[in-house]
Structure formats: structure tokens, C-alpha cells
């Protein structure tokens, strides 16, 4: 990572990110339906570009925060389809052992320090990140993203609030895709763009074309480099749009249909990056192709990767309560081993 | 006298000298540790950690605008990422406005994520009745942290279980909220010298040994206990439990084996309080050894209020704790 995106390779490489979250979303899309994964699930397709403009930008050891939407940036930052599927599937294989599923997904080594689906909690969490890296001189930054919508929660005023008086190396990523739930922008937002309320804070706000992975990328670097030369957070707000419904089985009554397809026609992030590669030369529609087979390819592995892997051990639900675990918990867990059933079990 | 002052060299020290100076020897043990609160540059409030500034500096001891939520949420963040914050709400009424990142932040991160991230906060949080400061500044809330999973909690009664346990706690790879009484800061007591004393979470301490009754008491009121056992013609064993959760329940059974009489007294309100969880497990394990109804002494389901007269008629004391032995006597 760490991509400027300044050769044909890394260009088509990041274009494959993003027809692999496309594809990974497709068969989640699926594979709930069906019954296979449990549990909610939010899709992000349409906001590729968002997640892989600004991966690219990072290095591995920067951490990300995410949200409830967080399928994108997971695997923009790195971690593996197979086990992050298979942690939708609630497996042990799953990067956090089925423990969290679609919505709760972290892996320290990959710099994903957490989906936090309270809404808003993503950034507090990446402002304390923040603090870690300026207390400790490193030269990792985090960046927190978020949702339109979340702008409009308490914890996220304080946290930028934070972090700009203490100019921590932060960067804060909306994601304004216009919605949260049912909820249209102007119903909470009293602003046109959010980007003004960086004003508020005394940081720079930046408004980017969220359907443009380069211009995502470049507008990522720039913050991001902002913030390792300890001049602090940048709030950049990303204009994007998701396809599917608020979650899947939405029925989505606050928004029309054609409105969704002009997005999908006009301002899809990967047919305009495919086509702009195209033109310039560095992708033949074989190249695009061979992509997109490679990619069903990962993502049929995936499946299976997750189908056939194991289902956690139940008695693992008593393990990481705590590091030093706590006499409560262990006298549960020998109760339930002993009796097998949770009923009149005391301390 | 707790098992820990036994036969230890010991000064004399005050619960607030005692929480200072264990946050101090923590800052100097391990660069890791930083504490931030408002007016933390100041010592924060009633002065807990007066000089740790000019000592320590901005980086290690640092004020924070009024932003609750983002202080624990953050503390939550710097600590998954490496760091060993200690932040301090002040007063504990205050957790109403980052409830949000205490239970689902500090408590469910590493869980929810499979043990992926520990999360070694400390929060320092104010409570306790007494000063007339009214239903907003003068809460008991330990019981609704204790409640949480993945949290653990800890209120000490004694300068020396407020030392050690606030190295444990500091030390501590879980987040663990540290809950002050801000009515005895001034309590003095001995605690053992030397940078090796801890107290171990989870264990209760018996501070006055007796064989009648058994008197669990947290925080101001185990000084109200030990008071009252001194008027009651019975042989009473004070218990702190000190530690809120994990909690010592072997300790508390084992007591109730000897004396057959319990008394619970603590701050919080008594619905759904700590008092229960502690009669609970006393029940679960030591029930044919129960001679005599337990007793529950707390606060009585109201709000603090301000006027002395009636903050007076719902906020315990000896005389109710001296009661409420007599009762099962
Ligand atoms: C504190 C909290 N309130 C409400 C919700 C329910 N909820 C989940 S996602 C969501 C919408 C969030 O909108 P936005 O921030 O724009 O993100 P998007 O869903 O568009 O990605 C809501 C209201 C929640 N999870 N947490
Ligand atoms: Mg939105």
C-alpha cells in the first residue's frame, strides 16, 4: 500500500479492489438471502472508490476505523476475503472467530482497528488512535470513517473537536451517500455540504468525487501527509451513493428507483475508472476480463472457504471477556460444562 | 487492617495521597501511561493529582475540553492501539454522557472483535453523596458499571486498598473504572511502602475481624461500619470487597459460614443495587448458614437532594448501619 497510483499496475491494482468488494458484496447479497449468513448485513456497493481511494493512500501499519457499512474498507485495507466471509458466516476461520460478524470486524495486524456500528463511535475510536501515534512519534496515522449521517451524533463533534486541538494525525473520511436509513441529508444537516463544519474546527474540509477513485486517492495523500508532518486532521467528505437499500431487505419506500439507476449508469466508480484506464491505454477489455474472472475466482474459494469452515466452539463464547479473565466468568463456563444448561447456574 | 498492611513497613497516608501516588509511581513505571481529564493540569477535581503535571508534563498529564464521550471513546482508541490512558470523568454522574463508550467501547472491543485488541483503560470516576451537591453531583453509580460486561470495577475504602488497587488497575490489561467516594479523601490509613504493593482485583479485604455479624461495606461507609460496630453489643466482621467486579464472593461466603448475620451497606440506591448481587451469592453459597434475614443499607431509590436536611434523611450512616446489625441480632 501506500500507492500513488502513478503506474498502469497499481492502477489496475486498485481497480481490482474495487470489482472485489463489488464481487464480495454480490455474494453476500446472496448468500443472505439465502439464509447462509446470519444477522444483518450492510452493503456498500456504489462506494467503492471511497474505501479503495483512500486505502491506497495509507500503509499498512496506518489504522482505519469503520462503521456498520464496513465490507469495502476491510478489504481495501487488506484483510482476506475468505476470512473476512467467513466471519459473516460466524466461523472460526472468521478474522475475529465469528465473534462479530458483518458488522463488528477488526484486524490489528492489517491496521483495521474496528467496525463500530454505534453510530458515530468510529471516530472517537480513530482520534484515540490518533493520540497513540503523536504520543508515541510514530510514523503511522489513522483515519476514521464515517457516515453521513453520523455527523449529526455527539461523539463525533467531540472527537474531531479533539483531535484538532490537539492536532492529532488523524484523517476523517465521510462518506456522504446521501441517506442514513430512510433518512435524506437535508433532514439532518442544516449544512449543504459537510465538509463546512471542518470551518468549526479550524481544519481544512475537503470535498471529493467519491465515484473517482483518483481523485479520492490524491485527496487521501494529501491529509494523510498533512497529518505525519504534524499538522493535524483534515475532514474530507466523500460525495457517493450506495446501491442496495440501508440493509439487506430494505425496501428503500424513501428513495426512487430511478434515482439508483442514474447512479448506477452514470456514475458508477468502476465502469468510469474501467473506461479511464481504457482510454488511456492501460486496460483492454481482455485485461478487464481476466480481472473479473480472477476475482470470481477468489470469491468462489471464499465461499467455499467459509462454508467449510468450522463452527466455533460454543464454550469459546466465555473467551477475550476480559485479558485477565475474572473468577465470574470461569465458574460460568465450568458451571455450563458441568450441567450443560445456564439455568440456576450461581457464583 | 487489611491482610496487606500486615507485616509491611507503612506510612500514613490519606485516599487521596494514596490515588496520587499510585498514579505517580505508574507514570514513572511505564511511559505507556498517560492521563487526561479536565483540569487535569490542575490535579483535576478535589486536587487528586495535583503536581503530577509539573512533574510529568503535557504528554503524560493533559487537559481535555468537555467532551466526555470523546475522552473515554479516544481512551478506548489509544488504548487498543498501545497506550494505557487513565481518564479521569470526575464527577461519576457524568457517565450519563459517555455510557455509550463505556459499555459498548471499553467493555465489548476486545470481545466483540475475538480477542483481537485489549483494551488497558483506566477511568477515574467521583461519586458519593454528602456534600450538598445535589442529584447531579453527588450519584452512586458503581453498580450500573459493575452491571457491564467486559468492565471491571473497583471501590476502595482504605488508603491502602485505593494504592493498590489503582496500580492493579492501571496495570491492568481490561478496562477497569476506579470509583472515588469524594467524602473521604481525607480518610487516613496505613499503606505498605514500596513500588510492589498492589492489590489483586477481586479481592476483598476483612478490616476488622469479628464472629456475630458480618457487615460488607464499601467506600464512606465501611468508616460508618466499623463506627457502628463499636455500639452494638455483637461481635461484627467488617468486610470491604474493595473490588466491585470480579468480586470476592469466597471471602463474603465464608464470613457468612462464621457469623450467620449479613449486612450489606453501600451508597448506591437500593433497587437492583450492589447490595443484591452481594446477598445473592451469599445465598447461592453459604444459604443453610443464613440465621437471620440479610439486612440492605443504602440510599432509598431517590435522587440526592440538596437541601442538608433532606440529603441528611436518604444518604446512610452509622446510626442506620448500627440499626440494621440490630436487626439481625
Ligand atoms: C447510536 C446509533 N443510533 C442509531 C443506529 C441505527 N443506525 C444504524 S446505521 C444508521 C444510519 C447511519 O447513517 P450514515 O452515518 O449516513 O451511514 P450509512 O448507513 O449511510 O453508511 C442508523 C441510524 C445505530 N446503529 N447507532
Ligand atoms: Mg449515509
Not at chain 1, 486505502?55 to 476491510?74: E, K, N
Amino acid at each position: 500500500m501506500t500507492e500513488t497510483l502513478d503506474t498502469p499496475e497499481k492502477r489496475r491494482s486498485a481497480l481490482r479492489t474495487m470489482v472485489l468488494i463489488r464481487e464480495f458484496e454480490n455474494h453476500v447479497r446472496d448468500r443472505f438471502a439465502d439464509n447462509e449468513i446470519p444477522g444483518f448485513v450492510h452493503l456498500s456497493q456504489g462506494q467503492e472508490a471511497v474505501a479503495v481511494g483512500v486505502c491506497t493512500a495509507l500503509s499498512r501499519d496506518d489504522y482505519i476505523t469503520s462503521t456498520h457499512r464496513a465490507h469495502g474498507h476491510s478489504l481495501a485495507k487488506g484483510l482476506e476475503p475468505d476470512r473476512l466471509l467467513a466471519e459473516l458466516y460466524g466461523k472460526a476461520e472468521g478474522h475475529c472467530g465469528g465473534r462479530g460478524g458483518s458488522m463488528h470486524v477488526a484486524d490489528l495486524d492489517e491496521g483495521m482497528l474496528g467496525a463500530q456500528p454505534i453510530v458515530g463511535a468510529s471516530v472517537p475510536l480513530g482520534t484515540g488512535a490518533g493520540i497513540t501515534a503523536q504520543l508515541s512519534d510514530a510514523d503511522w496515522m489513522a483515519t476514521a470513517f464515517c457516515g453521513d449521517g453520523s455527523v449529526a451524533a455527539g461523539q463525533v463533534h467531540e472527537a474531531i473537536n479533539l483531535a484538532a486541538t490537539w492536532q492529532l494525525p488523524v484523517v476523517f473520511v465521510v462518506e456522504n451517500n446521501q441517506y442514513s436509513e430512510g433518512m435524506v441529508f437535508d433532514e439532518q444537516h442544516n449544512v449543504e455540504d459537510v465538509a463546512e463544519m471542518a470551518s468549526a474546527y479550524g481544519i481544512p474540509g475537503e470535498i471529493v468525487d467519491g465515484q473517482d477513485v483518483t481523485a479520492v486517492n490524491e485527496t487521501m495523500r494529501a491529509a494523510r501527509e498533512r497529518a505525519l508532518d504534524g499538522d493535524g486532521p483534515t475532514l474530507i467528505e466523500a460525495k457517493t451513493y450506495r446501491y442496495r437499500g440501508h440493509f439487506e431487505g430494505d425496501e428503500q419506500p424513501y428513495r426512487s428507483q430511478e434515482e439508483v439507476e442514474d447512479w448506477r449508469e452514470n456514475r458508477d466508480p468502476i465502469d468510469n475508472y474501467r473506461e479511464r484506464l481504457a482510454a488511456a491505454g492501460e486496460l483492454t477489455d481482455e485485461e478487464f476480463e481476466a480481472i473479473r474472472t480472477e476475482v470470481k475466482a477468489v470469491m468462489a474459494d471464499a465461499v467455499e472457504f467459509a462454508r467449510n469452515a468450522d463452527e466455533p466452539a460454543p464454550e469459546a463464547a466465555y473467551d477475550d471477556v476480559f485479558v485477565e479473565e475474572a473468577p465470574e466468568i470461569d465458574a460460568f463456563r465450568e458451571r455450563m460444562a458441568a450441567d450443560g444448561d445456564n439455568g440456576g447456574v450461581g457464583l | 487492617m487489611s491482610a496487606e498492611t500486615a507485616d509491611r513497613e507503612t506510612e500514613t497516608l490519606s485516599m487521596r495521597e494514596a490515588i496520587r501516588a499510585a498514579l505517580r509511581e505508574e507514570l514513572l513505571a511505564d511511559d505507556d501511561v498517560f492521563i487526561m481529564g479536565q483540569d487535569e493540569e490542575d490535579g483535576g477535581s478535589f486536587e487528586v493529582t495535583a503536581g503530577l503535571h509539573d512533574e510529568f508534563g503535557f504528554d503524560r498529564v493533559r487537559n481535555t475540553p468537555i467532551s466526555e464521550a470523546a475522552q473515554i471513546g479516544s481512551g478506548v482508541g489509544a488504548a487498543a492501539t498501545g497506550l494505557r490512558p487513565v481518564v479521569n470523568l470526575s464527577f461519576a454522574d457524568f457517565i450519563g454522557v459517555c455510557f455509550d463508550q463505556v459499555m459498548n467501547q471499553a467493555g465489548k472491543t476486545r470481545y466483540m472483535f475475538g480477542g483481537a485488541s485489549e483494551v488497558p483503560l483506566t477511568i477515574r470516576a467521583i461519586e458519593g453523596a454528602g456534600l450538598n451537591a445535589a442529584a447531579q453531583h453527588s450519584g452512586t453509580v458503581h453498580t450500573l458499571v459493575a452491571h457491564l460486561p467486559g468492565v471491571k470495577a473497583v471501590a476502595p475504602g482504605t488508603p491502602a486498598a485505593a494504592m493498590g488497587l489503582m496500580k492493579s488497575a492501571v496495570r491492568s490489561n481490561d478496562p477497569v473504572v476506579f470509583f472515588e467516594n469524594k467524602t473521604i479523601y481525607e480518610r487516613h490509613g496505613d499503606v505498605p511502602t514500596g513500588d510492589d504493593f498492589t492489590v489483586p482485583l477481586g479481592e476483598a479485604s476483612i478490616e476488622q475481624a469479628g464472629e456475630d455479624v458480618t457487615v460488607v461495606a464499601t467506600q464512606r461507609l465501611l468508616g460508618e461500619s466499623i463506627a457502628a460496630a463499636r455500639d452494638v453489643d455483637a461481635s461484627v466482621e467488617v468486610i470491604d470487597p474493595r473490588s466491585l467486579y470480579p468480586l470476592d464472593t469466597d471471602t463474603l461466603a465464608d464470613s457468612l459460614r462464621k457469623t450467620g448475620r449479613l449486612v450489606v451497606a453501600d451508597e448506591s440506591p437500593l433497587s437492583y443495587g450492589l447490595h443484591a448481587e452481594i446477598v445473592t451469592r451469599v445465598v447461592e453459597n453459604a444459604f443453610w448458614s443464613i440465621d437471620a434475614p440479610v439486612q440492605r443499607v443504602g440510599v432509598p431509590d431517590t435522587p440526592i437532594p440538596f437541601a442538608p436536611s433532606q440529603e441528611d434523611e436518604v444518604v446512610p450512616d452509622a446510626d442506620d448501619v448500627r440499626r440494621a446489625i440490630q436487626r439481625t441480632v
